[in-house]
């Protein structure tokens, strides 16, 4: 069968690819930025890649007519203020385009919603069923609430919680319940479910097989990890100060933790349903769930990582707007030093960043994460979702990666942190020499005056790194 997937280069969708073409179907992957999108090469060949912007009613000419059915895994919970809007708006332009294929089934995520009074990101997900159920095929709705993977937005902000406080002063939330669901049950659920006429135009809340409080979670993943936590519950924490102490303690961008907060103070229940028994899935519990995911980080298997959308820094934009590095009106800082052996230093710059620091003035480098995250940015929290392996549209720290070719020697970064203009920091192996260059395009007097107030340490930090990079010697 001819299968549209939406959503490809996201958290979900990465992880469902190689599931629907084991099964035989021929897939359409749709990219809002096709640079960044990096299937495997086993895949390649097997799936068919389109660029579309669901907002952008002219690029959905590009979907096949003679499609069978189409997986709708699109959202944009904090790129922007007026989310809402623009997500029923996408949904309308997927609803109009889909209408005019052979399409009969589509299958569309969202949220669990059991409550009269929801947040305004559950609320959103619900007005784009109503759009996405008003098409002339049928609809099929799964909706989840806490999803527990390797590198999924939930598992990583417990993971946070949980190792960086052994005592938590939380807000009342807490304990509020939820069904949390394991990401393999979750693509269970999806892959399953495709043309299963018993599920057409319903929906289906999934979970795990446990309901637990917010504070039950954390304390299970705790014990676990084999650490002592102590939890206390304060009633007079006001969501915007929740909503501070989510970003401040965790990789979560700000948008991203008010979104959350104003969901966790709803119960994410699983109303009762027959689908288990339709599709012969029995989920699993919350503590495999997690055990699955420490399989998969300790291994290095992480498929997908939220941290890699760009919902992780409230950044909208297309890798490729940024790919070709400005020199007019900008300010260059570039050095050039020989290095020993070339596979060394390339192993050096692949591995940079994360765990593995920046090689010269970490303490720095954690300094200027720390002042970013007091103005609103991503910090460092986010890291690196693999230790060895970098792609397009990776996040790395307070960059993004936006050019990595290992066999060129190139490795291309845009600034991601709270900035009064635009960076970039490019690693190329020239002949015999690494060049490494941070180019600057300043906005306006305050960001001349950012250079300037930054150039000295540049000149400590960027030499250093230089000469770490250049050495012969392996990472650790």
């Known amino acids: ?23 035989g179907h021929e897939v359409i992957c749709c990219v809002r930025d096709i640079n960044r999108f990096n299937p495997p090469s086993s895949l390649k060949s097997k799936i068919k890649i389109i660029q579309i912007d669901l907002l952008d009613e002219d690029s959905l000419s590009k979907i096949p007519l003679d499609i069978d059915a189409a997986y709708y895994l699109v959202h944009s919970m904090s790129a922007s203020s007026n989310y809402k809007s623009l997500e029923q708006k996408s949904a309308i332009n997927f609803k109009n385009v889909i209408n005019k294929t052979t399409v009969e089934h589509v299958v569309y995520l969202s949220g669990i919603i059991n409550e009269i009074e929801l947040s305004e990101h559950l609320e959103s997900r619900k007005i784009v ?30 993971r946070d919680l949980v190792e960086k406080l052994p005592v938590m002063v939380t807000p009342k939330w807490l304990n509020t319940k939820c069904q949390p669901i394991g990401i393999s049950d979750v693509i269970k659920f999806l892959s399953k479910i495709l043309l299963n006429k018993a599920t057409y135009n319903q929906n289906f809340d999934i979970g795990g097989m446990d309901i637990l409080t917010y504070k039950a979670m954390l304390l299970e993943f705790a014990n676990s990890r084999n650490l002592k936590r102590k939890i206390y519950t304060v009633p007079i924490m006001t969501p915007k100060l929740s909503s501070y102490w989510l970003y401040f303690v965790t990789s979560t961008s700000y948008k991203l933790a008010v979104a959350l907060v104003h969901s966790m103070k709803i119960e994410v229940i699983c109303r009762p349903n027959n689908l288990n028994e339709i599709l012969n899935i029995t989920p699993i519990s919350y503590h495999k769930s997690l055990t699955n995911a420490f399989d998969k980080i300790e291994n290095n298997q992480i498929v997908s990582s939220w941290k890699d959308a760009y919902i992780s ?164």
Not at 3 to 8: C, F, Q
Not at 11 to 23: A, F, N, Q, S, T
Not at 147 to 153: F, Q, R, T
Not at 346 to 351: E, G, M, Q, S, V
């Open 129 to 158: 069923e109503f759009e996405l159920g008003a098409g002339n095929y049928s609809l099929t709705t799964l909706r989840a609430g806490i999803i527990i993977g390797s590198g999924s937005a939930s598992f990583e902000i417990i």
């Open 1 to 23: 069968m001819k299968v549209l997937l939406t959503g490809a280069t996201g958290y979900i969708g990465k992880r469902l690819l190689p599931v629907l073409v084991e099964h």
């Open 313 to 476: 820094s409230g950044i909208n934009s297309h890798v490729s707007e940024f790919i070709k590095v400005p020199t007019f009106g900008c300010f260059i800082d570039q050095r050039k030093l020989a290095f020993k052996k070339r596979v060394d230093c390339i192993d050096k710059i692949w591995k940079i960043g994360g765990q593995n620091g920046w090689y010269y003035g970490n303490i720095l480098w954690r300094i200027r994460g720390f002042m970013d995250k007091l103005f609103g940015g991503v910090g460092l929290r986010r890291g690196r979702t693999n230790p060895d392996t970098l792609q397009v549209g990776d996040a790395l720290d307070f960059w993004r990666v936006l050019y990595a070719d290992k066999k060129e020697g190139r490795l291309l970064l845009f600034a991601e942190m709270k900035l009064p203009g635009e960076a970039w920091l490019e690693f190329k192996i020239v002949g015999e020499q690494l060049e490494q260059t941070a180019t600057f395009r300043p906005l306006g007097l305050l960001g001349r005056l950012y250079w300037y107030t930054v150039l000295p340490f540049h000149g400590i930090i960027f030499k250093g790194m230089l000469k770490k990079l250049t050495k012969a010697e392996h990472c650790v």
